[in-house]
């Protein structure tokens, strides 16, 4: 199991062939670039998902640290936010894989490289890793790959990560669960692995950094009441992420004050919104319920909710949500699956629930929706002291770019996770 604080794997410094880079010919170019190295981030596509938010995170956070950030995704709505900072985007379908797609994607992410001259790709994601592959081994260039989810017990995603081990390719995961994960189910070396906590802007959480502008056209575009208890659950749209026991338990509550949003994409399972809306209608739900498919503005939902759940029976590796709902003082709901409790303080910033169990999240419901003003003003100051200690963005960057540097220059064996 590997530690939060590792050390590169001992054949990465010296020997790592990045050492084999043929040089590139002097000149004022080549000399910027030296000064500023580059790293060219793969990414499916940047939506407000948790793996488009960290990519668009880091790579402003890398560039603002002196690294040049070039990002290759399907595009999405981050995009503006990355290109306003100086970060360059290149549009390439890098969340689909097939001999048609590779073969295309082939000579325009070579053209890239040999323009931008990046000093590692940091693939996020299955997909973007093996697209990174042939690059990498063309290139001689370092690999970090990001798993921030659980990866499908599939023979693609074996022969992924075989081929990631002879790469040599450095892993970063964000939490202990994933890292059990790829350990158990597809026998990678504990030294191979980097536990980063994923980390969150505190001052976009600040009370004082959401206007009420913001929260007035939130609440517009979402119709919800002004008076209205919310609940919010940002949660895929998939199997077993917890819609269905979690609307049961909405409608064991028998409270007309309180509503819910549903935040999320049904990309992983087409048709599942159309059965979750019906059951909102058998459960008497209707008009109650809200489903957005993105959320552009977290600070801005989480401030509107008076509890955030997340009731999912399908693990999960790590809950950027769950972070931005604590970073702002509301009471948390969880399952006790993945990396879930990792993400919270049991009984302190949030009730911990059997996965599928209608009768016990029916309770915490209750109990969360009943804290009195005292206790409220309480969880506060605990889920933002839990957050501000164990999540901040500035020890997850630091990290990040520690593995950066010691991927550039492999003599320096030392990374120090926050």
């Not at 081929?163 to 450095?170: F, Q, S, Y």
């Not at 100051?381 to 200690?389: E, I, K, P, Q």
Request: net charge positive; hydrophobic share 50%; charged share 20%.
């Amino acid at each position: 199991m590997p530690a939060r604080v590792e050390t590169l794997p001992a054949g990465l410094a010296g020997s790592h062939p990045s050492n084999k880079r043929p040089a590139h010919k002097p000149g004022a170019l080549a000399a910027a670039r030296a000064a500023r190295p580059a790293v060219l981030h793969l990414a499916p596509a940047l939506m407000p998902d948790d793996p488009g938010r960290e990519t668009v995170d880091l790579a402003i956070l890398a560039q603002r640290a002196g690294w040049r950030a070039i990002i290759a995704s399907n595009g999405g709505l981050l995009v503006p936010e990355a290109e306003r900072t100086g970060v360059r985007h290149a549009r390439l379908p890098l969340d689909r894989n097939g001999l048609l797609v590779n073969w295309r994607n082939r000579v325009p992410l070579e053209a890239l490289i040999q323009k931008e001259r990046p000093a590692l790709i940091h693939a996020h994601g299955p997909v973007p890793a093996l697209h990174a592959l042939g690059p990498c081994r063309a290139h001689h260039l370092p690999l970090l790959a990001d798993f921030t989810q659980p990866l499908p017990d599939r023979p693609f995603t074996h022969r992924l990560m075989k081929k990631l081990g002879a790469l040599r390719a450095v892993l970063r995961v964000p939490s202990d669960f994933m890292a059990r994960h790829l350990a158990d189910s597809f026998h990678v070396e504990p030294d191979s692995l980097y536990v980063v906590p994923p980390g969150l802007d505190l001052k976009a959480h600040d009370s004082n950094a959401i206007s009420l502008e913001r929260l007035a056209a939130l609440g517009k575009l979402w119709r919800l009441p002004e008076q209205a208890a919310v609940i919010l659950m940002p949660m895929p749209l998939a199997e077993q992420s917890g819609h269905r026991p979690f609307l049961e338990a909405l409608a064991a509550l028998k409270r007309e004050d309180v509503f819910a949003v549903l935040i999320g994409n049904d990309r992983a399972a087409p048709g599942l919104r159309g059965e979750i809306e019906s059951l909102i209608e058998r459960l008497g739900l209707a008009g109650k319920v809200i489903m957005p498919e993105h959320c552009l503005d977290w600070p801005a939902a989480g401030w509107l909710a008076s509890l955030v759940v997340a009731p999912n029976a399908a693990p999960r590796g790590q809950a950027l949500e769950l972070l931005s709902a604590q970073a702002l003082g509301r009471a948390v709901i969880v399952s006790n699956a993945g990396a879930n409790p990792e993400m919270v303080l049991a009984g302190e910033t949030a009730l911990i629930v059997p996965p599928g169990d209608v009768k016990a999240l029916t309770e915490a419901l209750r109990r969360a929706l009943a804290l009195n003003q005292r206790q409220r003003l309480d969880l506060v100051f605990r889920a933002r002291d839990f957050v501000t200690s164990a999540f901040p963005q500035e020890n997850w960057a630091a990290a990040m770019l520690q593995i950066y540097e010691a991927l550039r220059a492999p003599a320096k064996r030392a990374v120090k996770a926050a």
